[in-house]
C-alpha cells in the first residue's frame, strides 16, 4: 500500500508549534489480520489516574457543559490488559472479528 501524506493546517497544531506554517510527515498505513493482535497487546496500557473531569451544566444544560479537572481522592492505576479475558489478542472472540479492518500507521 503506498504510503499516504498528511499536512497539518496552523490552526490544527497546539500553540508550542503554531509559529510553523505546515509539517507534513510520510505515513504508511497497513492492514493487518487479527494475529497482529497479539503484538499490538504487548504495548503497555497502564497509566495512573490522578483526576478526572468534572462536568457542569451551565445555564440549566443549555449553556453546554463546562469541564474541569478535579483530583481523585486516591490515586489508582488502571490497567484493562491485567484483567482476564480483556486483552486485544481475545477481541476477535468477543466481538465481531471477522468483520473488522485493522489498519495499522508507521511514520516514515
Not at 479537572?69 to 471477522?98: I, M, S
Request: net charge negative; aromatic share 8%.
Amino acid at each position: 500500500m503506498p504510503a499516504a501524506q498528511i499536512t497539518f493546517a496552523p490552526s490544527q497544531l497546539n500553540a508550542s508549534v503554531r509559529r510553523l506554517t505546515r509539517i507534513t510527515m510520510r505515513i504508511e498505513i497497513r492492514e493487518e489480520t487479527t494475529g497482529a493482535l497479539a503484538e499490538y497487546g504487548s504495548v503497555p496500557i497502564a497509566f495512573e489516574v490522578r483526576e478526572h473531569l468534572a462536568a457542569t451544566a451551565l445555564a440549566s444544560g443549555l449553556g453546554g457543559l463546562q469541564l474541569a479537572t478535579e483530583p481523585v481522592a486516591d490515586p489508582y492505576v488502571k490497567d484493562y490488559d491485567a484483567l482476564p479475558g480483556e486483552g486485544p489478542a481475545t477481541w476477535p472472540t468477543r466481538f465481531a472479528g471477522a468483520q473488522w479492518a485493522i489498519l495499522t500507521g508507521f511514520v516514515l
